[in-house]
């Protein structure tokens, strides 16, 4: 079975969407993970229903696939990165993030998207650990349960620093929602090092959602080029094929947008070389 590989849409944002599409299709992609965000497809503004509808006749029409991944920093508040999350204090906050995460479970739903992928978030100080998790539980109940009845995966994502960091976390929450998908970033498992990332694959093989990949160094969190960092990348992808994954596996190098126009066919043109 060949792999089929996406690149995520952080790493193009200074490319119009129809151009950045355009890049990852000619570029022998097989799919887009598609980063909701204000500059490439706001979900919360008017007209996002227009949008989508024109970003699904281009994905049609170049015959592309989709992960929706809904890790925009500033989203939803300019000022405080990645805030609010499924475990913000105030009622309001976790309200506008389970409001997001529907719209992007809807997107997904238009797009014929593989996965969505989300994550839990960091506790502030001052919230309580039991509170974190009662109020993480609950959310990802409405998660799931939006999920269902549109017909898209909901794929937790391990962030390292953040409640569900490790992919032992994300055991613990699937022991409370078995229908909860793994959304598995291989370079954060060589970041928190809790396992070697070709490991983490056939471990969880039965609960992988979807699965992105860079390389990154130990224990330091910046997603790098490939042929950069620490990663086996041929390995991860030999257990990627080994346990039949067929859906999308989304390059990720959030970092590389001001070089997208060489970044993006360099990074398909080594996950093709690097094997041979």
């Given amino acids: 079975m060949e792999l089929r590989f996406a690149y995520n849409t952080n790493g193009t944002v200074h490319h119009r969407m129809e151009d950045a599409v355009a890049l990852v299709a000619d570029s022998g992609y097989d799919g887009i993970a598609l980063t909701l965000d204000h500059v490439v497809l706001d979900p919360m503004t008017e007209g996002w229903e227009r949008r989508t509808e024109v970003l699904a006749g281009e994905l049609r029409r170049r015959g592309l696939g989709c992960v929706i991944e809904s890790g925009a920093r500033f989203l939803l508040d300019p000022r405080d990165k990645h805030q609010p999350t499924l475990v913000s204090a105030a009622d309001e906050g976790r309200d506008r993030r389970l409001a997001f995460l529907r719209r992007s479970l809807d997107i997904g739903a238009m797009l014929d998207a593989e996965a969505m992928s989300f994550w839990a978030g960091s ?24 999920a269902e009845r549109v017909g898209v995966t909901a794929a937790m994502e391990p962030e390292p620093e953040m409640m569900i960091g490790t992919v032992d976390h994300f055991r613990q929450l699937h022991d409370l929602f078995p229908s909860l998908r793994l959304a598995l970033d291989l370079g954060h498992v060589m970041v928190t090092q809790e396992r070697v990332p070709q490991d983490a694959v056939r471990e969880f093989a ?71």
């Fill in 206 to 276: 039965a609960e992988l959602g979807t699965v992105s990949i860079e390389d990154m160094k130990r224990g330091d969190h910046v997603h790098l080029a490939f042929g950069d960092g620490d990663m086996d990348i041929p390995a991860c992808l030999d257990a990627l094929e080994a346990v039949g994954f067929s859906r999308l596996v989304c390059v990720e190098l959030s970092s590389d947008s001001g070089r997208a126009d060489r970044m993006v066919p360099d990074a398909r043109r080594w996950l093709a070389e690097c094997r041979r």
């Fill in 123 to 146: 506790p502030k100080p001052e919230v309580r650990a039991e509170d974190a998790w009662d109020w993480l539980r609950a959310g990802v109940d409405q998660v799931l349960a939006h």
